[in-house]
């Protein structure tokens, strides 16, 4: 038992020799200045490869990271303020009032794997602490942090409400969706700007969702027709091919099946577009 208690020991020590061995490895070269001294220090404590976005920098860890504090949102603000196509696409254009980086953008995750995480209670918790928070002296925008922070406070109760969408946190919930979606939106505003009503943030996909019948004459509440049906290609071409001559752009259910919109009654799978 002693052998084996010297042998554990033994080992520990040895280990623990090795470190501090690179330790003083490390503090030796950054005492003499040289080139070296950084690639030193950066082999003993990188945590894996950049992702080929960050590549260039991945000896140089003083591009992103600061000493004691850890990554800076300054340098990567630094890095890309200027990027005109991220601050006016409409999907990311948000990306100008946000001051935080780290809780959506991750990195030594490899080269492979893009360096974002989009995390929407995350970005709902910047921006409302974003907001004044005096009720009294700040106004309207102190106002709005404080009733959205007393309805975060309270949300527990308010998810079993049958008004609420159960894969929607309640921090998620305070978004307005159409900020960054509406391009996304598939319904031509049929149904509003409130996403959240309807979809979660992880997916557009909506599992519980029942398509109506296929002899249900309502499509139109909820599906635009494409601008082709308002042109002549419609008579000329869509009526003919439905064998529906005198069918109206909001009588869907005449030509089209619910299986797929290509899915013409009387013709099968016909592509015309």
Known sequence: MKRGWWSTMGLRVFGV???VSLVFVGLFYARMGTPMAANTWQRLVNPGELSIVHASLEQNCAACHTA????????????????ESLLQRQPTAFHANVQECRPCHLEHQGHVRKPTNMDHRALAKIGLFS?????????????????????????????ASPLTNRHVAPEE??????????NDDRHFDLFGQDCAACHATQAWSLPEFQHPPG????????????????MMHFTMISQKVAGQPRARVDQCFLCHQTTSWPDIKQAGMYKHH
């Open 173 to 182: 919930a305070i978004l307005n969706c159409a900020t960054c979606h509406k």
């Open 215 to 230: 002899d249900s004459r309502d499509c139109a509440h909820c599906h635009q027709a494409p601008p082709s049906h308002y």
């Open 68 to 83: 004691i504090m850890g990554v800076d949102s300054t340098k990567c603000i630094l890095c890309h303020a200027t990027e």
């Open 17 to 19: 020799i090795i470190i």
């Open 131 to 159: 907001l004044p928070s005096n009720e009294d002296s700040l106004g309207a925008a102190g106002r709005v942090r404080w009733h959205l922070t007393n309805w975060l406070e309270h949300s527990d109760s308010l998810r």
